[in-house]
């Protein structure tokens, strides 16, 4: 070796470590910023899953409520029908009979979609529907064939008029199924 080589091998030399050098930093940074970002997307991932999920149960449960609603509006009928306007009987009988038909409308949807969505919260809402179709609907008939009430006295319908307790029972079968099915729809969102 010459002495004008030794500068040169001496420059490439510590190029050498310097390479090492950055190379070693990078191994040990390197996998590190992989495991932090795969960490980092599994977190997020879960996260996203875990929203769906609540979103997903919020839905179901706002829609049998409403499925609810649209079963206690029906009930509320008798009620109706005997309270109509005695001064104007033919814009009583569209107004009410206008409403029944968008309360039917409602139930129909409703059977159709929680048959669909769980087997045993459809059988309980349609169980619950059909004998709340036949005892609110006998207090419905009779109260179209009885004149309208036209006293503040008569506006509490006593239960011999009306007696909507035989529903209780279907009622309670159908919030333990849509409990039920809230909790199973609970756990399967937490595997």
Same mark, same amino acid.
């Given at each position: 070796?010459? $002495?004008?080589?030794?500068?040169?091998?001496?420059?490439?030399?510590?190029?050498?470590?310097?390479?090492?050098?950055?190379?070693?930093?990078?191994?040990?940074?390197?996998?590190?910023?992989?495991?932090? *970002?795969?960490?980092?997307?599994?977190?997020?991932?879960?996260?996203?899953? !875990?929203?769906?999920?609540?979103?997903?149960?919020?839905?179901?449960?706002?829609?049998?409520?409403?499925?609810?609603?649209?079963?206690?509006?029906?009930?509320?009928?008798?009620?109706?029908?005997?309270?109509?306007?005695?001064?104007?009987?033919?814009?009583?009988?569209?107004?009410?009979?206008?409403?029944?038909?968008?309360?039917?409308?409602?139930? !129909?949807?409703?059977?159709?979609?929680?048959?669909?969505?769980?087997?045993?919260?459809? $059988?309980?809402? $349609?169980?619950?529907?059909?004998?709340?179709?036949?005892?609110?609907?006998?207090?419905?008939?009779? $109260?179209?064939?009885?004149?309208?009430?036209?006293?503040?006295?008569?506006?509490?319908?006593?239960?011999?008029?009306?007696?909507?307790?035989?529903?209780?029972?279907?009622?309670?079968?159908?919030?333990? *199924?849509?409990?039920?099915?809230?909790?199973?729809?609970?756990?399967?969102?937490?595997?």
């Amino acid at each position: 070796m010459t $002495a004008e080589s030794t500068p040169i091998v001496a420059g490439a030399l510590t190029a050498v470590i310097d390479l090492a050098a950055a190379t070693q930093w990078i191994g040990v940074v390197l996998p590190a910023a992989v495991i932090a *970002a795969g960490v980092a997307g599994t977190v997020n991932i879960w996260l996203a899953r !875990s929203k769906a999920r609540d979103e997903e149960r919020a839905r179901v449960r706002t829609l049998l409520a409403e499925a609810y609603q649209a079963y206690a509006d029906y009930k509320e009928f008798p009620y109706a029908v005997r309270r109509r306007d005695a001064e104007r009987p033919g814009e009583e009988r569209v107004r009410l009979s206008e409403q029944m038909r968008e309360v039917q409308s409602r139930l !129909s949807f409703f059977l159709s979609w929680t048959a669909l969505e769980s087997t045993p919260v459809g $059988a309980a809402y $349609a169980t619950m529907v059909g004998r709340m179709r036949a005892v609110a609907g006998d207090s419905i008939r009779v $109260a179209w064939t009885s004149p309208a009430i036209t006293t503040d006295a008569d506006m509490n319908l006593p239960a011999s008029i009306v007696d909507l307790s035989s529903l209780a029972d279907v009622e309670g079968e159908f919030h333990v *199924a849509v409990g039920a099915h809230l909790r199973r729809l609970t756990a399967r969102h937490m595997r």
